[in-house]
């Protein structure tokens, strides 16, 4: 059974960094797509990142280029988002999801359970 977990949320003042992590199992992690998405209080969820085996560019949402950065570790089969230069719009639920039998970005179909980031101005 693919599951995912993220850990790493939390509050932070603005201008403050957090780094989350999503620990991936149920799947070899030798081709994969991992994508981080968030969703605020109101609004739909936002697509942020994804990673995919052997691709060393990464795509990213403009509202967080040059602030997050998305890397993976295949020993341990984590995918990390490193989020810094936080803004107080950057509050929501962080969530990743994953392709762990091909690395098309478009077909993340298993969802962690999300870790809350709140950032106070």
């Known amino acids: 059974e693919v599951q995912l977990v993220e850990s790493g949320g939390g509050l932070v003042q603005a201008g403050g960094s957090l780094r989350l992590s999503c620990v991936a199992s149920?799947?070899?992690?030798?081709?994969?797509?991992i994508g981080w998405y968030r969703q605020a209080p109101g609004k739909g969820r936002e697509g942020l990142t994804c990673?995919?085996?052997?691709?060393?560019?990464?795509w990213y949402h403009d509202s967080i280029k040059g602030r997050f950065t998305v890397s993976g570790d295949n020993a341990k089969k984590t995918v990390y988002l490193q989020m810094s230069s936080l803004k107080p719009e950057d509050t929501a639920v962080y969530y990743c999801?994953?392709?762990?039998?091909?690395?098309?970005?478009?077909?993340?179909?298993?969802w962690g359970q999300g870790t809350q980031v709140t950032v106070s101005s």
């Open positions: 999801a994953a392709n762990p039998t091909g690395n098309s970005c478009l077909q993340l179909d298993h």
């Open positions: 149920g799947f070899t992690f030798e081709t994969y797509a």
């Open positions: 990673i995919r085996s052997g691709d060393s560019d990464p």
